[in-house]
């Protein structure tokens, strides 16, 4: 069974940084492509990053346009661990973070954590 459990979360002031964490453990996570979601109080669900399965040398990543170069996502495949590190936040950038697992094909059920609360406030 595919378990996600976010860590990492809490109260962060605006230009400050904050880490989260994704363990994945029950799964062959490096077939696995990794993504990051979050969703803000009555908005709909977006995508935030993501990280391709396989070898961990040769992973790959993306980021939505809103976060690129502030959000850096990688893997360790050895920990079956998924991590976003957050910089330069801003108060839009609060949101419940969802750790979101798909196989590499496109081929299996979205995998979802249960989400932790980052608020980004002064």
């Known amino acids: 069974q595919v378990q996600l459990v976010e860590s990492g979360g809490g109260l962060v002031q605006p230009g400050g940084s904050l880490t989260l964490s994704c363990a994945a453990p029950g799964f062959t996570f490096s077939m696995y492509v990794m993504r990051w979601y979050r969703q803000a109080p009555g908005k709909e669900r977006e995508w935030v990053a993501s990280?391709?399965?396989?070898?961990?040398?040769?992973?790959?990543?993306r980021y939505a346009d809103v976060v690129n170069g502030r959000f850096t996502i990688s893997r360790d495949n050895a920990k079956n661990t998924v991590y976003l590190r957050m910089n330069s936040l801003i108060p839009e950038d609060t949101a419940v973070y969802y750790c979101?697992?798909?196989?590499?094909?496109?081929?299996?059920?979205?995998?979802w954590g249960q989400g932790t609360q980052v608020t980004v406030s002064s």
């Open positions: 990280i391709t399965g396989g070898s961990i040398v040769g992973a790959s990543t």
């Open positions: 979101n697992a798909i196989r590499s094909d496109y081929r299996s059920p979205n995998y």
